[in-house]
């Protein structure tokens, strides 16, 4: 079985810090592209930034500059660094992996639980 399992969500003042972890479990073969998307209360999932195999980043514009994304890809996991944090940036954010192939074949789009970051100002 293929899970998830993400860390590091939590409150911050406005200006501040968090890094989120997401770490793909399981008898795992290969890992896609791994990123993160968030959503907000009443709004669509969005996404916040990617990262494929190779290192090769996406980032939404309204986190360009202050979120970094990296991938260990050893450890099957991948970080997200998030600086000066706004009050627009609270949401629920949900890791998300494109294409796992394990021994029992592929598994495609696989989500996370979520994982709350509430900012405050």
């Known amino acids: 079985q293929v899970q998830l399992v993400e860390s590091g969500g939590g409150l911050v003042q406005a200006g501040g810090s968090l890094t989120l972890s997401c770490t793909a479990s399981?008898?795992?073969?290969?890992?896609?592209?791994m990123g993160w998307y968030r959503q907000a209360p009443g709004k669509e999932r969005e996404l916040v930034a990617t990262i494929d195999i190779g290192g090769w980043t996406d980032y939404a514009d309204a986190v360009k500059g202050r979120f970094t994304i990296s991938r260990d890809n050893d450890k099957k996991t991948i970080n997200l660094q998030m600086n000066s944090l706004k009050p627009e940036d609270t949401a629920v954010y949900y890791c998300?992996?494109?294409?796992?192939?394990?021994?029992?074949?592929?598994?495609?789009?696989?989500w996370g639980q979520g994982t709350q970051v509430t900012v405050s100002s």
């Open positions: 998300n992996v494109e294409r796992i192939t394990t021994q029992r074949g592929p598994f495609y789009d696989i």
């Open positions: 399981g008898r795992i073969f290969t890992v896609g592209t």
